[in-house]
Every structure is written in structure tokens, then in C-alpha cells.
């Protein structure tokens, strides 16, 4: 079982940068692929960045290439997505999600059997 805890998300305008954090706990984090996904309103919940923290191997939509990055703390537990360049079409919750995978990043939904709760961003024009 893993928990998973969202932090840093905010207001910020076009053009900011702004880093959301994942906090995990209850199972080894490096056994895990961890993902961030984002909701806006009245939309599908989609993939925006993967990483296998055992190898570091990323994964990333096109729309945030070259303007998110994403990064894991094994020691800590924690992954982080760096946000640069925001858009307003970046607005939405950020959720942090993960499984026990065989470093396969998913960028499905149902890939990932644990979910945070979410953390707001909003990028104001």
C-alpha cells in the first residue's frame, strides 16, 4: 500500500514557474513508477510526466515538453514536477498517482493503482 500527499500547487501567472511535490510513504519508493496527471474542469484527467525513480527514466505529453521537468528524491521519498513557461492551459489539479510497474511509465489512468488527492494550480493570463 502506498499514501500519497500533493504539495506546492498555487496561483502564478503566464510565463511563472511553480514546483509541485509528492510525498509517498508505506511501501519502498523505488519499486514504484510514479506519474503526474492534471484535471481542468469539464476535462479528462490526462498524463503530463512519468519517472522510474530506480533508473530515472522519464516520461513527458508533448504539450508540457521542454517546460516541465520531472525528478525523484529516493532517499526522501518524494518526486517533484517543475513547472516552467505555465500557460493557462496548464490550469488544473495536479494529482500524483503510482504502481509497482517493470519500469514501464503508463499514460493511462488505469496504469497506476494509488492516487493522491490532488493540489490546484492556476495560471493566471
Known amino acids: 500500500q502506498v499514501h500519497l500527499v500533493e504539495s506546492g500547487g498555487g496561483l502564478v501567472q503566464a510565463g511563472g514557474s511553480l514546483r509541485v511535490s509528492c510525498a509517498a510513504s508505506?511501501?519502498?519508493?523505488?519499486?514504484?513508477?510514479v506519474a503526474w496527471f492534471r484535471q481542468a474542469p469539464k476535462k479528462e484527467r490526462e498524463f503530463v510526466a512519468g519517472?522510474?525513480?530506480?533508473?530515472?527514466?522519464?516520461a513527458f505529453a508533448d504539450s508540457v515538453k521542454g517546460r516541465f521537468t520531472i525528478s525523484a528524491d529516493n532517499a526522501r521519498e518524494m518526486v517533484y514536477l517543475q513547472m516552467n513557461n505555465l500557460k493557462p492551459e496548464d490550469t488544473a489539479v495536479y494529482y500524483c498517482?503510482?504502481?509497482?510497474?517493470?519500469?514501464?511509465?503508463?499514460?493511462?489512468?488505469?496504469?497506476?493503482?494509488?492516487w493522491g488527492q490532488g493540489t490546484q494550480v492556476t495560471v493566471s493570463s
Open positions: 519517472i522510474n525513480p530506480d533508473d530515472g527514466n522519464t
Open positions: 498517482a503510482a504502481t509497482v510497474s517493470a519500469g514501464i511509465i503508463g499514460t493511462g489512468t488505469p496504469w497506476y493503482d494509488y
Open positions: 508505506g511501501r519502498t519508493f523505488g519499486s514504484y513508477v
